[in-house]
């Protein structure tokens, strides 16, 4: 078994009327590293990046905003879904860190063009 702890910080100072500034973080046992960190290309007609698996996986997920056909920048968001329902939309640069409920395919979908995506998942124990 290993720990794996995510922290999540958010600070401002213009959000709103007050100052933002808090962080939590969480401790979560998994089995093991099941894949990454590393690259995967996103392609317009979608790519699976992670398996159905039995128990939850914790997964980070990065759109880079850079074509996979060449590397320049792009503006091309990133969905990610089930294969069949879409529930997050990252444009470029933007990142999560979420538990993927067991027995879900994960599937990313880039726009126009296929983009690099980052992805890291872990099984939890």
């Known amino acids: 078994m290993a720990t794996l702890t995510p922290t999540l910080s958010l600070v401002s100072t213009d959000a709103s009327s007050d100052n933002l500034n808090f962080s939590v973080d969480s401790t979560l046992t998994t089995t093991h590293l099941s894949q990454g960190p590393g690259k995967i290309e996103c392609a317009t007609g979608g790519t699976t990046v992670v398996t159905s698996q039995t128990n939850i996986a914790y997964v980070y997920f990065k759109n880079t905003g850079k074509l996979a056909a060449d590397g320049a920048d792009t503006t091309n968001v990133i969905t990610l879904s089930d294969g069949t329902n ?40």
Do not use: C, H, I, R
Not at 99 to 124: D, I, M, R, W
């Open 86 to 125: 879409d529930f997050m939309v990252l444009g470029a640069g933007e990142f999560a860190f979420f538990p993927l409920k067991g027995s879900t395919t994960l599937q990313a979908t880039s726009t126009t063009a296929a983009v690099v995506g980052e992805l890291a998942f872990y099984t939890k124990a």
